[in-house]
Structure formats: structure tokens, C-alpha cells
């Protein structure tokens, strides 16, 4: 008897402890006490956006190289300094070339004699052929004689011309109106071209206007189109930003590790020349914007108040129409939230654009607190409370 009067007691003492357990865990809340939290449509510049990073180019960049080799003579210009077209930057040592000229020279010299000679043989042949005096085997190897003569007279022309080229191209002059970015070469050095042209120097046209070389993810390059309005940033200078336009779409893809990028060419002024060749730019690609659009938090068209049944939650964008797509907001009518449909259009990842539903000012619940959690946490942060002495 005592020990079914234990067990009695020990169930019972079980049972009020799961209780107390669920009471403490699962209590409901007291929904008739919650309040709505409300914010306002606003209307606002609301633009949706690409961000990558590239690297700053001069819009034209010239190398300037040498047709023939050599020692370095003389250097005219230094990094940094502006030039203008035609300008001499360089002299390489001319005294080989000059010789070559020379020699050049004196062979078209006796090319030429040789090439008079064989005419005047020709021109009296043609003569004693008219009287039969000359067999016509003799005339046709004299005429041979003359022509291989004349070709040797255009070979050596060509040959002084190529010379004098050659000397010519001693001198190293700007092509364009410019300023001098690198300076590769010092006097005495020798420069050799037999298989490509040496750089020497390379020129900018004008540092008032760069590109940026900004790489872009397949992923966001469908949305990129020429004429779109771009802003960056560069570390030289965090508080300032810059601004650009999309100016060419490439469409050789870069594959790396996998990576398919594609490279986008923008186009900004740099009027006070604080972009520098070679800076990396942090650049923002706006693809979409609306400077007036009436607007909402995106958390809003997720929110779904507590006293409502367990349904799907909606979802933004989904039930797709005609002038944008479906998301549902809740408002308040007479203390009660009903939902209401409306049509969105571009987000920013944080707002979203409301094209219809809602007007500009109108209200609507973001989200939901009990009101004892309110009095309580004011009460715990209020200076005003009598606070309770320590001993």
C-alpha cells in the first residue's frame, strides 16, 4: 500500500514538473497585447547596381620602340615630362649607319656608271643591227647586259634609301602630344633589334581623360550596357568618388581558376589629374534607376503577423505580372492586419520599388512586439526608476 502511494506521489510530482517545463517553454503569448510596428511609402532615387574593380589606363598609351640597334647616344626627356609630336626623346650612336650610307653610296655610284656604259654599248648595237652588221644572238645578250645593269641601278637606289632610312631612325621622336610615363633606357645602353622593336619610352596622349580596365562576372555582365552611368572610388583618395561611363563591352572572355570574367571599358574625365595610371578603382555600375520611385523596406513584403495561420510565407517577386511582380505587405484596418497585394519593380537589396497597391505617405506593418516586452525593457532602461541599494 505505501509503495503505490509513493509511485502515486512520484507520477504526480513528474506530471507537474513537465508542466511547469512546457509552461515556462511553450507559454502563448497574450497576441491581444502586441502592437504593429508602421512605416511610411516614401519616394525616393532608388537604382539597382554591378560592383567590380579594375585597374586605371591612360585612354591612348603609346610605346615607343627603335627600327634599328644600337648605343644610346643621348636622352632628351625624363619620366613625367610633357612632350610634343615630332620631339626628339632619343639619339642612338650614328657613326655605323653613317658608314653604311657611305658605302650604299658608292655602290649605286658604280652601278650607275655600269648602267651608262651598257646603254651607250646597247645604243650602238642597235645601230650596226639596223645595217645587219651585228648578228642578232650579239644584240639579244647586249640587251640582256643592259637590263641586268639597270636592275642592279634600282637595287643600289633602293639600297641608299634604305640606308639613309636606317640613319634616320637614329633619332627617336614623339609621335603624338603627350606626357612620358616610363623611361626604359640610359645613355650607353644598347638596344638591339633584330627580332622585335625595343620599347624605349611610353607615352600618354592626355591624363584629363582614363579608362578603367574593370573586370566583370558572367553572372552580372548580361545586365551591362554601353552608356551606363558608373561611380568609383580609388584608396589615394576614400572621400572622393568619380564618375564614368560605360564606354565598350568586350567580348573575349578571361577564364581563371574557372572564373569567366569579362573585361568592360569605362571611360572618366580626370580634369584635375588625381587618377593615376595603374590605380585600382572600386566602381559601381548603376544598370537600373528611377530618380522618383515610391518605395518600401523588402523585410515588409516578408513579414506575416503572429495571430495569422501557419501558410506559405510570401514571397517578393513571386506571381509574376504584366506591369512588375507580386509581393504582399500587411496594413492596418481598425487594429486588425489584413494583407494586400502589390505590384513591385526593382530592388536594392535592402528597399523595393512599389508600382502599384500602395501611395506615396500610405502605412504599413513592418513588424510586430508584445507590449509587455516594451514596458518591461523601459522599465529596466528607464533613469527614473528607483533602483535597489546593494548592501
Known amino acids: 500500500m505505501k509503495a503505490l502511494i509513493k509511485i502515486s506521489i512520484l507520477s ?3 506530471a507537474a514538473l513537465a508542466f511547469a517545463a512546457w509552461y ?18 516614401q519616394e ?24 634599328v640597334s644600337g648605343d644610346i647616344a643621348k636622352i632628351n626627356v625624363d619620366f613625367n615630362q610633357p612632350v610634343k609630336k615630332g620631339q626628339v626623346l632619343a639619339e642612338l650612336d650614328k657613326s655605323k649607319w653613317i658608314t653604311n650610307l657611305q658605302q650604299a653610296k658608292l655602290s649605286y655610284e658604280a652601278a650607275q656608271n655600269d648602267f651608262e656604259y651598257k646603254k651607250r654599248i646597247l645604243e650602238r648595237a642597235q645601230k650596226l643591227s639596223e645595217n645587219k652588221s651585228i648578228s642578232t644572238s650579239e644584240l639579244e645578250t647586249i640587251e640582256y647586259n643592259y637590263q641586268v645593269s639597270k636592275i642592279a641601278l634600282a637595287r643600289s637606289k633602293s639600297e641608299v634609301e634604305q640606308a639613309s632610312l636606317n640613319l634616320s631612325n637614329c633619332i627617336i621622336k614623339s609621335p603624338i602630344d603627350g606626357v612620358v610615363l616610363e623611361r626604359a633606357v640610359d645613355v650607353g645602353q644598347t638596344v638591339a633589334a633584330s627580332m622585335s622593336a625595343p620599347i624605349l619610352f611610353v607615352l600618354a596622349k592626355d591624363l584629363s581623360q582614363m579608362k578603367v580596365m574593370a573586370s566583370i562576372d558572367e553572372a552580372d555582365i548580361g545586365v551591362i550596357q554601353t552608356g551606363q552611368s558608373v561611380h568609383f572610388t580609388v584608396d589615394a583618395y576614400p572621400l572622393d568618388s568619380f564618375s564614368g561611363t560605360v564606354q565598350e563591352i568586350r567580348l573575349n572572355p578571361t577564364v581563371s581558376s574557372n572564373v569567366v570574367t569579362y573585361l568592360v571599358v569605362i571611360s572618366a574625365s580626370n580634369p584635375k589629374q588625381q587618377l593615376l595610371p595603374g590605380m585600382t578603382a572600386t566602381c559601381t555600375i548603376i544598370t537600373q534607376k528611377v530618380d522618383s520611385a515610391l518605395t518600401i523596406p523588402i523585410k515588409a513584403t516578408q513579414f506575416r503577423p503572429q495571430n495569422t495561420p501557419k501558410t506559405e510565407p510570401s514571397k517578393a517577386y513571386s506571381s509574376p505580372s504584366k506591369k512588375g511582380k507580386s509581393a504582399r505587405v500587411w496594413i492596418d484596418s481598425s487594429g486588425v492586419a489584413i494583407p494586400k497585394r502589390i505590384q513591385t519593380g526593382i530592388n536594392d537589396g535592402v528597399k523595393i520599388q512599389v508600382l502599384q497597391g500602395l501611395q506615396k505617405g500610405d502605412s504599413f506593418i513592418i513588424g510586430e512586439q508584445n507590449l509587455s516586452t516594451i ?16 548592501r
Do not use: C, H, W
Open 12 to 14: 504526480l510530482f513528474i
Open 375 to 390: 514596458k518591461k525593457a523601459s522599465k529596466e532602461s528607464s533613469p527614473f526608476m528607483p533602483q535597489r541599494r546593494r
Open 44 to 67: 525616393e532615387a532608388l537604382f539597382t547596381s554591378v560592383s567590380a574593380t579594375g585597374s586605371l589606363e591612360p585612354v591612348d598609351r603609346v610605346e615607343i620602340g627603335t627600327q
Open 24 to 41: 515556462f517553454f511553450f507559454k502563448p503569448q497574450n497576441l491581444e497585447n502586441n502592437v504593429f510596428i508602421y512605416e511610411i511609402v
